[in-house]
């Protein structure tokens, strides 16, 4: 067994959904059934894996630009943590709808967010009322909630990096609509063949996520 496949059994990257749950794009990617839940191929996965890397490592070396995406719950934290590490924009809240297919209008609003912020920072905002005050707090606390991560994207981005494209359908689609590269993190529920660069592994567990994240910060931060 090789390192990388130990190293991704040692932290539960094999373990699927249930059969009901199975879409069929990957089953090639299913070693067996055991309790009634699918076991992913972990020798595969390594292969997609590597396949990603090397496409990756192109964008890396061409000074691509990434847009990390990744909302649940369970690993948006992991997400940022590792745009930020390689200067990338990212997602981690919540996807809004248009944000590629409509960039030039979320464009607006991050910069508007930007513009508050700064304002603010500097003590250039005046309010009549205190109320006013709170009104413009509330909204940038809202603006960054929506596009804090994307705040320095001034242009499309190049490649788009999603931990699972199930959860995140809306944003794959709206990437493959312009012609984005996807490469993601998929679980035995997602359709693979949506996606350029899929990785069938556990893409809820924390270490088994982290994992193959650090894999690409190293490729990014090189």
């Keep these: 067994m090789s390192t990388r496949i130990q190293d991704l059994f040692d932290r539960g990257a094999q373990f699927g959904y249930s059969k009901t749950k199975r879409h069929p794009s990957v089953v090639p990617y299913i070693f067996t059934l055991k309790n009634r839940r699918d076991i992913i191929d972990l020798e595969k996965t390594v292969g997609l894996i590597e396949e990603a890397e090397t496409f990756m490592k192109e964008m890396a070396e061409a000074g691509k630009t990434v847009l990390f995406v990744g909302t649940k719950p369970e690993i948006r934290d992991l997400l940022r943590s590792t745009a930020e590490s ?24 991050a910069d508007r967010m930007l513009d508050l912020e700064y304002k603010r920072e500097h003590k250039e905002l005046v309010f009549k009322t205190k109320k006013e005050g709170l009104m413009i707090d509330r909204e940038i606390e809202k603006l960054n909630k929506n596009f804090g991560g994307i705040g320095q994207l001034k242009k499309l981005p190049d490649v788009m990096f999603v931990i699972d494209s199930l959860a995140e359908e ?51 931060k090189k």
């Design 170 to 220: 809306i944003a794959v689609t709206e990437a493959r609509l312009l012609d984005i590269p996807v490469v993601s993190l998929s679980n035995t529920d997602c359709n693979i063949e949506k996606v350029n660069y899929p990785m069938v592994v556990n893409d809820t567990t924390r270490p088994s996520v982290e994992y193959v994240l650090d894999i690409f910060k190293n490729i990014l």
């Design 86 to 109: 390689v200067g990338m924009p990212y997602v981690d809240m919540r996807w809004v709808g248009g944000t590629l297919t409509n960039f030039s209008e979320i464009r607006k609003r």
